[in-house]
């Protein structure tokens, strides 16, 4: 088979890790060698279509789950092909320089001497559970078993790192909602809430993916389940975590909305209470200005400063009278 830097592999036993780097032939050969409880692990990252159905024909997967591996954007389910079973988790990321969140995707091929992980998109947690699973003996002598529970519990821990992420920045919208100036937050909004709806579509389905893969009597061992259960809990939090945020972000939007047409409306109070007020001297000028030639108070001394005097009087009433209304 052709090397590849898309393949990485490995042979556990129960003295160590051999890694094999790329070559899969020669990393089977030995697992057949060693026999007994030696396992291999092939990773591959973004895998070729090519490199992938050579490998499953090396490893003898069935031919529909390679389908769902080299299409890829697959729910999290888990599918049972006879002895292998094969597991797909959405992966979650955050991106800090653009508040978004990335999605990507593990698929597992999980047989009885081997597990294949063939990953696409944003997989950076993988690293965190590879390393993991290498530095551990007691985690690797659970066979592939051990190895998928090892990247399910690294993946859901992502989860609820970014889970509390996203909460933060709702409590932030919210503060801004309320704070007595004025924030357009509706983008910040609605930017987030599309953000939230991909992550729940990917966290949604996961309690019931590790919850069939622990009833999976054949394939994984016993050993693992109460961590699986363990992982399980946590990823059923994080649902419900994560469902509450769609709903807190619709509250959101809906008190700035609200926020939004009262402070619309206290401007159209403002605006007519001051048009009031403006008219006042406006209607008497333009009586004055139809220039009427038998008006007594013209010749009066007193009469510009009189006309003034009751402009400005009827504009304090009106301005008294709407201030204490609250419209001023």
Known sequence: MAASKAARCAVIHEDGVEDLGEDL???????????????????????????????????GLHPL???????????????????????????????A???????????????????????????????????????????????????????????????EVIAGIVGREISVLERRVFSPRRDNVADAIY??????????????????????????????????RPWLRDVEDHAMRVNTQVASFNDLLTSVLTAHQAKVG????????????????????????????MNFRRMPELSWSFGYPGVILVMASLCGILWWLFRRNGWL
């Open 65 to 95: 789950a390679v389908e769902d591996a080299v299409g890829a954007h697959q729910r999290a389910k888990v599918d049972e092909y006879g002895e292998q079973i094969l597991v797909v988790l959405k992966t979650v990321e955050y991106i």
């Open 97 to 159: 320089s653009t508040a978004q969140i990335e999605l990507g995707e593990i698929d597992l091929f999980v047989g009885p001497d081997f597990i294949l992980s063939v990953r696409h998109g944003a997989t950076e947690v993988f690293e965190t559970a590879h390393r993991r699973a290498m530095s551990s003996p007691k985690l690797r002598s659970h066979g592939p078993g051990g190895i998928a529970y090892v990247i399910a519990d690294a993946v859901v821990d992502e989860y």
């Open 25 to 59: 032939d020669a990393a089977i050969a030995r697992t057949r060698q060693l026999g007994g409880p030696a396992y291999l692990w092939v990773d591959t990252d973004e895998p070729p279509e090519a490199l992938l159905r050579q490998s499953a024909a090396v490893l």
């Open 191 to 224: 930017f987030l809430k599309r953000e939230v709806i991909e992550f729940r579509d990917a966290v949604e389905p996961v309690p019931g993916v590790l919850s069939e893969l622990i009833s999976r009597r054949e394939q994984l061992p016993d050993s693992v």
């Open 262 to 289: 009262t402070e619309q409306n206290n401007d159209m109070r403002r605006i007519s209470a001051w048009a009031a007020v403006i008219a006042v001297p406006t209607a008497i000028a333009g009586i004055y200005g």
